[in-house]
């Protein structure tokens, strides 16, 4: 491998570097995003839990339990402000606002990472591209055309294996990384429809005079 990375030359150390990153994001997005940890099994037992007993009697939760429900996972915060705002007599317009606040926040941890993800798949053959043009000049070198010498066949295979080795990391790179992305992607999306179904089910056992309208 080493031997490898000495034929493909310095263009292919960025390459290498880039492929590190993307590898790191992928191994913490799809631990991250799956369902047991966006939605743990005691995290919508406790929201629902705490909204019957909110219905029956609004004294019976306390601020220390709708809290500690909101550290639970990256989605019970959303949960958490929809008891808080009921708690705290909110309207349900004004409910609304904030949890569009919280939803936004609870976005973005959903797609952290998934645009540096999309930015290593698009510039890995850019990189590798650069790669190639870099052994070209090389062999165009090695030929005698820019500065008269004689060829240089082993300079003539390096630059050979410089254009050839980055061009391949290049796809090599980009091609899982954008498959991955879409991949990613698409769990992110389906987490965020849980997010909203189930805080909509919520909204509408706190707030049901809202959706009889």
């Known amino acids: 491998m080493y031997s490898i990375l000495l034929s493909a030359g310095w263009p292919i150390w960025p390459l290498l570097i880039i492929s590190i990153i993307g590898l790191a994001i992928v191994l913490e997005r799809s631990w991250y995003l799956r369902q047991t940890h966006i939605f743990p099994k005691n995290c919508l037992e406790t929201a629902f839990s705490l909204a019957n007993q909110m219905v029956k009697e609004k004294s019976a939760v306390s601020e220390l339990q ?51 993800l999309a930015t290593i798949a698009t510039i890995a053959p850019l990189l590798g591209l650069f790669g190639t043009v870099v052994g070209m000049i090389e062999i165009f070198g090695s030929q005698g055309s820019i500065n008269g010498a004689t060829g240089s066949p082993q300079q003539l295979a390096h630059g050979i294996s410089v254009a050839l ?17 879409r991949g ?30």
């Open 165 to 181: 080795y980055n061009t391949a990391f290049g796809l090599l790179i980009a091609i899982p990384a954008l498959a991955a992305w």
């Open 66 to 116: 709708i809290a500690q429900l909101a550290t639970i996972s990256p989605a019970s915060p959303l949960l958490a402000c929809t008891l808080k705002e009921k708690l705290l007599g909110s309207s349900p317009d004004s409910a609304l606002e904030e949890l569009q606040a919280t939803a936004q926040a609870t976005w973005q941890k959903l797609d952290r990472y998934l645009g540096a």
């Open 184 to 213: 990613l992607r698409a769990i992110a999306n389906q987490r965020q429809r849980e997010c909203e179904e189930f805080t909509r089910q919520l909204f509408k056992k706190l707030y049901p005079s809202d959706f009889s309208k």
